[in-house]
């Protein structure tokens, strides 16, 4: 095929998206105005309706001051954003620690959609990965739970044939955990695998402009996950910061791009009261990128996505936790 006619191709392919888009957001939920202005949508079947940001726990367990990390968790709730992510190793626990001081006081746990993950494979592991979770974030229930990092070809069969989701479904009938779903960086082949092994709540997914055009979740793993009623949530909006410090677009672009895709919510990693304040005015007052604006971006985007080097995390070992290299004999 000629080079003029991949362009073409590319520039329709670019025109539609950039025509449905504004379509896209409201035709997955209508988003509608928490107390506080921060929209929300739909977690997919569920019934529940999330913040659509999503407060990075990652992130911050990442933050120095312990009381700081709480001050910026409690003006979050009260801004609205109140959907809450961490997981079983992020800084060993620490996250979940000083996720679940925050939480314990005020009254905070009943006010947020708490969600973590589980790192383990096997039943035995699974059910310590819950009791540790639930011990670290001070509460008895999870509202979401999530198998994380299924970054590995053999990983949905393990889930499986080790015993993991059996005993979260366990978990699930004991009242323990109210959503089950899974999450993953690296390749849109293997999230479709693991669709397939089991009804999920949720998927969670790199969304970012790149990703549009290298080895796309929001191409082939949104679509197949809405059909089935289970509900998008994405992350690496700015592929881990770089699409920011390589001025390949500005945190707004790259935010209300992922947000005008028919996705339940956005995590993103808040470190400071200056971002938490970036990135709540880019939600309160969000508009769908789309027609030519939308395009533009693509268009400015292409000529770094297609090879992959702002997505890495998609592509190398290097993005992994040490936990789940280490649990696949990789030092």
């Not at 910026?72 to 809450?84: N, P, S, V, Y």
């Not at 693991?194 to 290298?214: G, R, S």
């Not at 533009?296 to 090879?307: F, H, I, R, S, Y």
Request: with cysteine; aromatic share 8%; charged share 25%.
């Amino acid at each position: 095929m000629s080079e003029a006619k991949n362009d073409r191709r590319d520039f329709l392919k670019m025109s539609a998206l950039a025509g449905a888009a504004s379509l896209s957001a409201k035709a997955f939920a209508e988003e509608e105005s928490g107390d506080q202005g921060l929209p929300k949508r739909q977690l997919g079947r569920t019934g529940e309706k999330v913040s659509i940001l999503c407060l990075g726990g990652w992130h911050i367990g990442s933050v120095k001051d312990e009381s700081e990390a709480i001050r910026i968790m409690h003006a979050a709730i009260d801004e609205g954003l109140t959907f809450f992510d961490n997981a079983w190793d992020y800084h060993e626990g620490g996250s979940e620690e000083i996720m679940g001081k925050g939480l314990a006081q005020d009254g905070k746990r009943d006010q947020v959609f708490l969600m973590t993950k589980n790192c383990n494979r096997d039943a035995k592991g699974t059910r310590q990965c819950l009791e540790d979770s639930l011990r670290r974030l001070k509460t008895d229930h999870l509202d979401l739970w999530q198998f994380h990092e299924i970054n590995y070809d053999n990983d949905p069969d393990w889930i499986v044939d080790e015993g993991a989701l059996a005993e979260a479904l366990k978990a699930q009938e004991e009242g323990k955990v109210r959503y089950i779903g899974f999450t993953g960086h690296k390749s849109p082949h293997i999230h479709l695998k693991m669709l397939e092994k089991h009804a999920w709540d949720t998927v969670q997914m790199p969304i970012n402009p790149c990703d549009y055009f290298y080895r796309s979740f929001l191409n082939e793993v949104v679509p197949r996950a809405n059909a089935r009623g289970v509900a998008p949530i994405g992350m690496k909006s700015l592929a881990g910061g770089r699409l920011a410090s390589e001025n390949v677009c500005t945190p707004s672009e790259a935010i209300r791009f992922a947000l005008s895709q028919p996705i339940s919510s956005l995590v993103t990693g808040i470190e400071s009261m200056e971002i938490l304040k970036q990135n709540i005015g880019i939600a309160r007052s969000f508009k769908p990128l789309e027609g030519e604006e939308l395009q533009n971006l693509l268009t400015k985007v292409k000529p770094v996505a297609g090879d992959g080097r702002h997505e890495r995390f998609k592509s190398t070992q290097a993005f992994d936790s040490g936990y789940h290299r280490n649990q696949h004999g990789f030092t």
